[in-house]
């Protein structure tokens, strides 16, 4: 069994955020025995159980380096972003929604921006309200915990930089 992460670690799973990993278990599944990391959601509390050797086709990842939170700054702070204004907005959402699962923070930063640029423009619908909510969430947290600052400050910086 080739473990990436450690009791203790934080790790990012698509679409969910951030957890914890709780521990490495021995479980299972469909008639297999299979180590699994038991993951638990920081924002929500959720538990999620994922197949040491799935890491990689889930997307589990570790939470961005510090140096790299500038790059995230960066993206968001783009006026030019791909607003989606000429697409419908079912289309847009189905794009966004592919790049939050992405569980990239630079293409969530995308969708944030982006969303964020639109509102500007046209009222949201309620799917991207609740998508933009999502996307701020997860920067949020993410950033927070790569800088080891508290998500108030975080929220502050953003709420600078789109207004």
Not at 12 to 21: D, I, L, M, S
Not at 74 to 95: D, F, H
Request: hydrophobic letters at 35%; one cysteine or more; a positive charge.
């Amino acid at each position: 069994m080739e473990s990436n992460f450690k009791v203790g670690d934080k790790a990012v799973y698509p679409a969910h955020g951030v957890g914890e990993v709780m521990g490495i278990e021995k479980r299972e599944i469909m008639g297999f025995k299979q180590h699994v990391y038991v993951l638990r959601i920081l924002d929500n509390g959720m538990k999620i159980m994922i197949p040491t050797d799935k890491v990689d086709s889930v997307g589990l990842r570790e939470v961005i380096p510090k140096s790299k939170v500038k790059e995230v700054y960066k993206i968001l702070k783009q006026k030019n972003g791909n607003s989606g204004k000429s697409q419908t907005w079912n289309r847009r959402y189905r794009e966004y929604m592919e790049k939050i699962k992405t569980g990239s923070i630079f293409d969530i930063a995308e969708v944030l921006r982006d969303l964020c640029l639109l509102k500007f423009d046209k009222d949201l619908s309620f799917g991207e309200r609740k998508m933009l909510d999502t996307a701020r969430n997860l920067l949020i947290k993410e950033i927070s915990i790569a800088r080891n600052v508290k998500e108030k400050v975080v929220e502050r910086e953003l709420e600078k930089i789109f207004n």
